[in-house]
């Protein structure tokens, strides 16, 4: 059947694939629009499949919070290339997952993919975008944060053009508290804390920074009693490395830790969780 310019118009605004491939799916359908995106979708699923093993490292990380600023969220969709990754239309993508996981928050990635998108989950959208644009895509990375009111406020902030995003919550709410938020966020994004502070480290590491201190104490000639001394001192320069409270504030232009900062806004300001996601 014959199958006009206007409808494959139509069903290419419907679901952003190529003019051939809507052309090719409406006349395999004969016409039937419902049939022709299923054809889409299924097409997109079955070149998802061809790209399994194939590494997406490019993308966008979305940060958003909402308006009253009680809860945020990141989301990371990864690509297989920079081109792709800086195209209105993959980061428009990007930001209509956001903004379904920002209404709904659902509890992890899994819960977020299984989220309605239009006639789709989210998961099927992603599958059916793949086939659409030619390479493997997928929603990497998923967090967020949630305050109760009255508890504080979570602040946004987007690193070097979306590649990385980051969610940091204060415990007091206030516009006057903004700035700090976002230059805490800013943090975060710069020094890669690992934690909030030494309590949120896992043993895991504490046990291994232990380790290597008293093993480099030793190849030192250190005495072996003095070897944990040296080594809880090591774990103190650590956790003043690699915990945000800890951390020396990047734009302070003295020694002053992150929490030094905020209590110098107010005495009782501070962070109580971050989300950092970042591409690579």
Do not use: W
């Amino acid at each position: 059947m014959s199958i006009s310019a206007a409808d494959v118009k139509k069903l290419r605004d419907q679901t952003g694939a190529g003019m051939m491939d809507c052309k090719k799916a409406l006349t395999e359908a004969e016409g039937d629009f419902s049939k022709a995106i299923e054809n889409l979708r299924k097409k997109g699923q079955k070149l998802s499949a061809k790209r399994a093993d194939r590494e997406a490292k490019e993308g966008v990380v979305i940060a958003k919070t909402s308006a009253n600023k009680n809860k945020g969220i990141v989301v990371r969709l990864s690509c297989e290339t920079d081109f792709v990754s800086k195209g209105e239309d993959f980061v428009a993508l990007a930001e209509s997952f956001a903004e379904i996981a920002l209404k709904s928050l659902p509890a992890d990635k899994d819960a977020l993919l299984a989220l309605p998108y239009e006639d789709m989950t989210v998961g099927e959208k992603v599958e059916q975008q793949t086939g659409v644009i030619g390479e493997k895509l997928e929603i990497s990375d998923y967090a967020k944060i949630e305050t109760e009111s009255g508890e504080g406020q979570v602040l946004p902030y987007i690193h070097m053009g979306h590649k990385a995003g980051v969610i940091v919550a204060l415990n007091m709410e206030g516009p006057q508290f903004e700035e700090a938020g976002k230059n805490v966020a800013m943090q975060v994004a710069a020094m890669r804390p690992i934690a909030l502070n030494k309590d949120g480290v896992d043993s895991s590491i504490v046990e291994k920074e232990i380790e290597i201190g008293m093993e480099l104490a030793r190849k030192e000639g250190k005495p072996e009693a003095m070897l944990d001394r040296i080594a809880q001192g090591k774990l103190n320069k650590f956790f003043k490395e690699n915990t945000l409270l800890d951390q020396t504030y990047v734009k302070a232009t003295s020694k002053e830790s992150v929490q030094g900062y905020l209590h110098a806004i107010d005495p009782n300001l501070t962070v109580t969780a971050f989300k950092h996601i970042k591409l690579g």
